[in-house]
C-alpha cells in the first residue's frame, strides 16, 4: 500500500513537474518532436529502401533448361537433385507447353507462329524455374545445377544480378547507418534538453534530499517526468508519419518512378514506425532525464 | 540523557580550510542551544555537520547514539528523516503552495493522505499560518516563508530541530516572532539547536550557549549565564 501511494505520488509529481516547468518542457518536448520527425523520415526511408532491394532480390530466378529429349522420369530426378542443393528455396517445373501457351497469351504474333506446335513439334524446352534463399549464394547454385545430368542450360542474368545485389548492398548499409546515427544524434539532443531542464530544478533537488528523500524518491519522479515529455513529444512525429506516408502512399498510388519500386504497404508499417518512435521518445527520455538528476545525487 | 555527542570533531574542506578543531560537545534531550561566534569560526560548518551535510575528518558525532559520521551517502535520507532543518534562505519549492511545501516531507514516507493532511495542518497551525495553505511563498512575507520552513521542519515530529541563521534574513520584530515559534516548538519537547550570528536573540532568550572561536569551543554559556 505505501509502496503504491509512493507510486501514485512519483506519477503525480512528474505531471506537475512537466506543468510547472511548462516553458522548459515545451522546449523538451519540442527538440523531441523535431528530431523524432528526422528519424521517423529516415526510418520510412530505410524502410522503402530495404522493401525495394528484397523485391528485387525475390524476383532473380534461376531458369534450368532442361534437355530437349529429357524423360517424365528424367524431369522428376532433375527435381529430386536441385531439392537436395543448398540455399534452393522454391522450385517451380515450367514446361514447353505451358510456355508456348503464355507467349501466345502475351502476343499475337507468336500466337500465329505458334498456334500449330503440337507438344512433340514446339522447339522450345521444359524449365525450372529455382528460387534461392539467399542471392549471394545465386552463382554457386546456377553452376551446380547445371552439373546436373538432363540440364542443357542455366540462366540468371548473371553479372548484372550480382552488380544489383551489391549496389544494393550499400544502399541498405548506408541508410542502417544514417538511422542508426540519427537516433544516436537525437538521443544527444533530447538527452541534453532535458539536461537542461533539470540543471534548473537542482535546488528542487536539493530541498528533496534535505527533508530526508533517498536517492530513489528523488530519481522516480525525474524518469516518469523524462518518460512524459518522451511519450508527449512523440505524439506528433507519430502523427505526421501515420497521416504523412498514408497520403504519400495514395499520392504516388503506392509506387515510386515507376512500378517496380512499390512502396511499403502503410498497414502495419505505419505502427511499426509509431511504435519505435514512441520507444525512443520513452527510453531516452527516461535515460536523459537519469542521467542528469545523477549529477544532484550524492552517492 | 546525552542526544548529540561529538568527540574530537575536526573538519577540514577540500580548500584546506579547518573550520573545526577537535571539538568536544555533548548535548541534552530537550535542550535549546545557541551556537554563536564570529564569521568563519566554524558555527554553521557544526550544523552541517549535524544534518550530514558534510562529514567530519576526524572523531566522532553520535546522534541517538548513531554514528552519523560513518553513515554512507546513499543512507543519508534515514537521519534526515529523523532532523529538521531550517535555513537562512527558507529554501521553499517557489512553485509548490505553503501546504505542499509541508506535506512534501511527508509524502516521500507514502504516508497516506488523511494522515498528511491532519499533520500538516497541525504543523501549519502550531506556526501560525493555516489560513495561508493554499497560498505560493512569492506572495508570504519573510518571517511568513521561514514559519512555513519551520513548519517543514517540524512536521515529521523529529527529536532535533537544528537551525542554521534562521534570522538571518528577517528584521529584528519578524525575527521574534519566528523565536517565539522555536521556542514553542522547543517547549513541545524538540530539542533545539540554533546556529546564529543575532546576539540580541541570544541574550533576550537567556538559552545555553556556545561560543565558538576559530574552531574551536572558547566557552559554553549555561542557561542564564549570556549576556552581551
Same mark, same amino acid.
Given at each position: 500500500m505505501k509502496t503504491l501511494r509512493i507510486f501514485g505520488r512519483n506519477i503525480r509529481d512528474s505531471f506537475k513537474g512537466v506543468w510547472r516547468n511548462l516553458s522548459l518542457s515545451l522546449a523538451s518536448v519540442s527538440c523531441i518532436a523535431i528530431t523524432l520527425i528526422v528519424v521517423s523520415i529516415a526510418m520510412i526511408l530505410s524502410g522503402n529502401v530495404n522493401s525495394f532491394t528484397s523485391q528485387i532480390e525475390n524476383d532473380v530466378t534461376i531458369v534450368a533448361f532442361l534437355d530437349q529429349n529429357v524423360e517424365k522420369n528424367d524431369i522428376s530426378n532433375i527435381y529430386k537433385e536441385i531439392n537436395k542443393l543448398e540455399y534452393v528455396d522454391t522450385i517451380e517445373f515450367k514446361g514447353k507447353d505451358e510456355i508456348a501457351d503464355e507467349m501466345m497469351d502475351a502476343s499475337a504474333t507468336y500466337e500465329n507462329i505458334?498456334?500449330?506446335? =503440337?507438344?512433340? #513439334?514446339?522447339?522450345?524446352?521444359? =524449365?525450372?524455374? %529455382?528460387?534461392?534463399?539467399?542471392? #549471394?549464394?545465386?552463382? #554457386? %547454385? /546456377?553452376?551446380?545445377?547445371?552439373?546436373?545430368?538432363?540440364v542443357s542450360i542455366v540462366k540468371y542474368g548473371e553479372g548484372m544480378v550480382e552488380e544489383l %545485389?551489391?549496389?544494393?548492398?550499400?544502399?541498405?548499409?548506408? =541508410?542502417?547507418?544514417?538511422?542508426?546515427a540519427l537516433i544516436l544524434v537525437t538521443a544527444f539532443l533530447i538527452a541534453n534538453t532535458i539536461k537542461i531542464t533539470i540543471d534548473s530544478r537542482r535546488r528542487e533537488i536539493e530541498i528533496m534530499r534535505l527533508v530526508g528523500a533517498s536517492n530513489a524518491n528523488i530519481r522516480i519522479p525525474f524518469i516518469f517526468e523524462g518518460l512524459l515529455l518522451g511519450v508527449i513529444g512523440s505524439i506528433i512525429p507519430i502523427v505526421v508519419t501515420c497521416y504523412g506516408y498514408v497520403a504519400l502512399y495514395a499520392r504516388l498510388h503506392g509506387q515510386l518512378f515507376s512500378s517496380i519500386i512499390r512502396l511499403i504497404i502503410p498497414e502495419p508499417f505505419i505502427y511499426q514506425v509509431s511504435g519505435l518512435l514512441l520507444l525512443i521518445g520513452m527510453v531516452v527520455g527516461m535515460f536523459g /532525464?537519469?542521467?542528469?538528476?545523477?549529477?544532484?545525487?550524492?552517492i | 540523557m546525552d542526544l548529540i555527542r561529538m568527540r574530537d570533531v575536526t573538519h577540514t574542506y577540500k580548500t584546506g580550510v579547518t573550520a573545526l578543531r577537535d571539538l568536544d560537545l555533548t548535548i541534552e534531550k530537550g535542550e535549546f542551544v545557541f551556537i554563536i561566534g564570529s564569521t568563519g569560526c566554524g558555527k554553521s560548518t557544526l550544523g552541517?555537520?549535524?544534518?550530514?551535510?558534510l562529514k567530519p575528518t576526524k572523531g566522532t558525532i553520535l546522534i541517538g547514539g548513531e554514528n552519523v559520521g560513518k553513515i554512507p551517502n546513499r543512507k543519508v535520507y534515514k537521519i534526515r528523516r529523523k532532523i529538521g532543518v531550517v535555513f537562512q534562505d527558507y529554501k521553499l519549492l517557489e512553485k509548490s503552495t505553503v501546504y505542499e511545501n509541508v506535506a512534501f516531507a511527508l509524502e516521500i514516507f507514502g504516508l497516506p493522505k488523511e494522515e498528511i493532511h491532519e499533520k500538516v495542518l497541525k504543523a501549519l497551525d502550531l506556526v501560525g499560518l493555516k489560513g495561508k495553505v493554499k497560498m505560493y511563498p512569492k506572495e508570504l512575507s519573510g518571517g511568513e516563508q521561514q514559519r512555513v520552513a519551520i513548519a517543514r521542519a517540524i512536521v515529521n515530529s523529529p527529536k532535533l530541530l537544528i537551525c542554521d541563521e534562521p534570522t538571518g534574513n528577517l528584521d529584528p520584530e519578524t525575527s521574534m516572532e519566528v523565536m517565539k515559534v522555536i521556542q514553542s516548538i522547543h517547549e513541545l519537547g524538540t530539542t533545539v539547536i540554533m546556529v546564529t550570528h543575532d546576539i540580541d536573540i541570544v541574550d533576550k532568550l537567556k538559552k545555553r550557549t556556545i561560543l565558538l572561536n576559530a574552531g574551536r569551543v572558547l566557552k559554553d554559556y549555561a542557561e542564564g549565564e549570556y549576556t552581551k
Open positions: 505458334m498456334s500449330g506446335w =503440337t507438344h512433340d #513439334d514446339n522447339p522450345l524446352q521444359d =524449365t525450372y524455374l %529455382v528460387k534461392v534463399t539467399d542471392i #549471394d549464394h545465386i552463382s #554457386d %547454385v /546456377s553452376k551446380k545445377i547445371e552439373q546436373i545430368n538432363g %545485389v551489391s549496389i544494393f548492398d550499400i544502399i541498405k548499409n548506408v =541508410t542502417i547507418i544514417i538511422v542508426i /532525464s537519469l542521467r542528469a538528476v545523477r549529477k544532484y545525487l550524492k | 552541517k555537520l549535524l544534518y550530514r551535510e
